[in-house]
């Protein structure tokens, strides 16, 4: 079959015009490249959020265990009740949360249980209702040996090596641990990948007892 010279001219211009066309193209790249950038832009604003937090919690944390170790020691004779350096300790924190733009949680001072030693803890544990939730541990005889005042008290404020071997110092630890609510594993889903990630921000702070 022999085409004729103008359709001939026809079927190339066509075929250029369908060769340069990379409408499809661009639709094909962008709904590639979409799930891609929607997990990079949500992970940007989770750990950038996170680390706010973070931020946040340690400066709260810090504050309350100085306020609780400036406080005399007088009031630390019952344990099982809540003493006043405790609940000024705790009230800062709420104070501190309102001031930071983050919810209390509804923790009170009823919500406490004594544990080793000088030591209270207040939980108020997250559901799947109310996702908010926050544990603070508050040590008022936390102890740690003459030169490891450098290692970082962990979460649980739990004095650090055995009583009596050496000179201890005894100080003040506060821990906070807040629920956060992560975006970012939800997301990676739609790479086929998971991401396992803390539930809770949480942060420690010591400080030597003045009185």
């Not at 832009?41 to 919690?57: M, N």
């Not at 923790?107 to 544990?135: D, E, H, K």
């Not at 008290?153 to 650090?160: E, L």
């Not at 889903?189 to 803390?198: D, I």
Request: glycine share 6%; with cysteine.
């Amino acid at each position: 079959m022999i085409l004729k010279p103008h359709f001939r001219n026809w079927l190339a211009g066509l075929a250029r015009r369908i060769w340069r066309d990379d409408e499809a193209a661009q639709l094909v790249e962008f709904a590639v490249s979409l799930p891609l950038l929607v997990v990079f832009v949500v992970g940007i604003f989770d750990f950038s959020g996170a680390y706010t937090l973070k931020q946040k919690l340690t400066n709260i944390a810090r504050d309350s265990a100085r306020a609780a170790a400036a406080d005399p020691a007088t009031d630390l004779t019952q344990p099982a009740t809540i003493p006043a350096s405790v609940s000024d300790a705790l009230q800062l924190v709420k104070n501190y949360l309102y001031a930071n733009q983050l919810s209390d949680c509804g923790i009170t001072q009823g919500l406490y249980t004594s544990g080793p030693g000088l030591t209270w803890t207040f939980t108020v544990t997250p559901t799947s209702s109310a996702p908010c939730g926050i544990t603070l541990i508050i040590n008022r005889a936390y102890y740690f040996p003459v030169g490891a005042s450098s290692q970082p008290a962990i979460v649980n404020c739990q004095p650090q090596g055995p009583p009596g071997v050496q000179v201890q110092v005894i100080s003040t630890c506060v821990s906070i641990q807040y629920a956060y609510q992560w975006r970012f594993g939800r997301v990676a889903s739609l790479l086929g990948a998971t991401a396992t990630l803390p539930s809770n921000i949480s942060a420690t702070a010591v400080a030597m007892n003045e009185n």
